[in-house]
């Protein structure tokens, strides 16, 4: 029984260095992406997280345009791009009649067009599959530093700005009313969703990196309404995600990044059904003053 449990979740990791850089960069991008994923939510941003993720394509292919498949250039073209269309389409919503959402819509869909041209012009098929999904089985060295960068910058900003950005979800009208951060802290918030998209794009891909950032985030809101024990439990959820993803793919030969997504939609519909505040415990409250 434990050789069995072994070779099923510790062999793996512990005899292939393939699988330990893999698991180490999703790890350490659900603990960077998630609590930003969580913020995304209560913001109700949720879907400008999926335009940012496209919105970085360009630049990514750009990168790789003139340098290959090469980590840095793609990096630093993907960063670029998202925040020229993060700062686009909030100068757009800001002053403009047009709401924040439909102007990110507009940059993120001009976005993946280029970024899709610019791949294909150059590249093949496999180049374009992944610049946009990413192969988290073939992280090295360097990708894995970036990554904790990234994570540390995250971490770091959040815990600089955390009662900021907890009161702009509340009342962004009242944080701008009383306090000075209210419009930078806006457009610190989105180069963070843009830095952990491009670190999670060395892995997931830009179509599947805000997977990560927002499906854990979306299982915890089942869990917990204060937004401390949220991002914690998103963090948590992250992490079961990537390791049972990655198992997942391992045995069964499926793509590590959507294995990885997959787990984590699992957890979410889970939560839907099960969670303190999903479905069969609103159901049985509901039951109870019925009966009362």
Do not use: K
């Not at 610019?118 to 990554?147: C, K, P, Q, W, Y």
Request: glycine share 10%; proline share 3%; net charge positive.
């Amino acid at each position: 029984m434990m050789d069995t449990l072994y070779g099923l979740l510790i062999a793996p990791f512990a005899e292939f260095a393939f699988m330990q850089r893999a698991l180490a960069g999703s790890l350490m991008l659900s603990l960077g992406a998630c609590p930003v994923g969580v913020f995304l939510m209560l913001r109700r941003m949720s879907l400008s997280g999926d335009a940012m993720a496209h919105a970085i394509l360009p630049g990514a292919a750009a990168g790789f345009l003139f340098y290959g498949l090469e980590i840095l250039p793609m990096t630093i073209g993907g960063l670029i791009a998202g925040i020229i269309v993060a700062l686009g389409a909030g100068a757009v919503s800001r002053f403009t009649i047009q709401r924040e959402d439909a102007s990110m819509a507009a940059f993120y869909l001009i976005s993946l067009a280029i970024g899709v041209l610019m791949v294909s012009i150059r590249g093949s098929s496999v180049d374009l599959m992944h610049v946009l999904f990413g192969t988290v089985l073939a992280l090295n060295n360097e990708a894995l530093t970036l990554i904790g960068g990234i994570v540390l910058v995250t971490l770091v900003s959040l815990a600089i700005f955390w009662r900021a950005l907890v009161a702009e979800c509340l009342d962004p009208l009242f944080l701008r009313s009383v306090s000075r951060l209210g419009s930078p802290v806006h457009f610190i918030f989105l180069g963070l969703v843009v830095l952990n998209l491009v670190g999670g794009f060395q892995a997931l891909g830009t179509l599947l990196s805000v997977g990560l950032m927002m499906l854990p985030a979306a299982a915890a809101r089942f869990w917990t309404m204060r937004v401390e024990p949220m991002c914690v439990l998103a963090v948590l959820i992250g992490f079961a995600s990537c390791v049972a993803g990655l198992l997942l793919s391992y045995h069964v030969s499926l793509p590590s990044g959507p294995a990885i997504i997959l787990s984590a939609g699992v957890v979410y519909f889970a939560s839907i059904l099960f969670g303190t505040r999903g479905i069969l415990r609103a159901r049985i409250i509901h039951h109870r003053h019925r009966t009362a």
